[in-house]
């Protein structure tokens, strides 16, 4: 089973700055790797997938980056909709699995 | 515009079986090459993947659920479903139903308590 681990656990970020979340897998996925937003009392929303493809709808300020073990997502200039939390899932080989979450909350 | 919706029990008691279906609408469940899937999220903690089921019937298990859990698919209702075995209070979660392994489409999410 590969081993999803987010860091930090919890991110303070002002709104209009940068936020840089990350994702390590414990074997490589290639680029077999998705990034999904909950916000409270909601569904997950796919944002981006192999590893830098935007889902539907995601604004630029979202992007990708990274492939192997060490990717990261990067929200480029908060807005006040993005404060939610973010989970990594990677889809290279069964069984799919999903890392801790990353909370980003207002700073 | 695909659409996915999740039903059943939202009380189950210990040691019983929770029944979950996921009704696909906006297209055909069979139609697709595609897989469908059930994630769990207890609650204030993360998402887990459960397991998915292909169009033919294929499944992949979580193997820390897999003694206990069982995904079908029933094509002429265009729905698929999930039953837990067993079940104690650590299996308490909102339950998504989702298509495709790259999830782009969820069920808004059920809660299930188990309690007597």
């Known amino acids: 089973e590969i081993v999803m681990t987010q860091s930090p656990a919890t991110l303070s970020v002002s709104p209009g700055e940068r936020a840089t979340l990350s994702c390590r897998a414990s074997?490589?996925?290639?680029?077999?790797l998705a990034w999904y937003q909950q916000k409270p009392g909601q569904a997950p929303r796919l944002l981006l997938y192999?590893?830098?493809t935007r889902a539907a709808d995601i604004p630029a300020r979202f992007s990708g980056s990274g492939s192997g073990t060490e990717f990261t997502l990067t929200i480029s200039s908060l807005q006040s909709e993005d404060f939610a939390v973010y989970y990594c899932q990677q889809y290279n080989s069964w069984p799919l699995t999903f890392g801790g979450g990353t909370k980003v909350e207002i700073k | 515009q695909q659409q996915l919706q999740e039903s059943g029990p939202g009380l189950v008691k210990p040691s019983e079986t929770l029944s979950l279906t996921c009704s696909v609408s906006?297209?055909?469940?069979?139609?697709?090459?595609?897989?469908w899937g059930w994630i769990r999220q207890p609650p204030g903690k993360g998402l887990e993947w459960i397991g998915s089921i292909y169009n033919t019937g294929t499944t992949y298990y979580n193997p820390s659920l897999k003694s206990r859990v069982t995904i079908s698919i029933d094509t002429s209702k265009n729905q698929f479903s999930l039953k837990v075995n067993s079940v104690t209070a650590a299996d308490t979660a909102v339950f998504y139903c989702a298509s495709g392994n790259i999830y782009d489409k969820w069920g808004q999410g059920t809660l299930v308590t188990v309690s007597s």
């Open positions: 192999g590893e830098s």
């Open positions: 074997h490589s996925v290639n680029s077999d």
């Open positions: 906006g297209g055909s469940i069979s139609s697709s090459d595609n897989y």
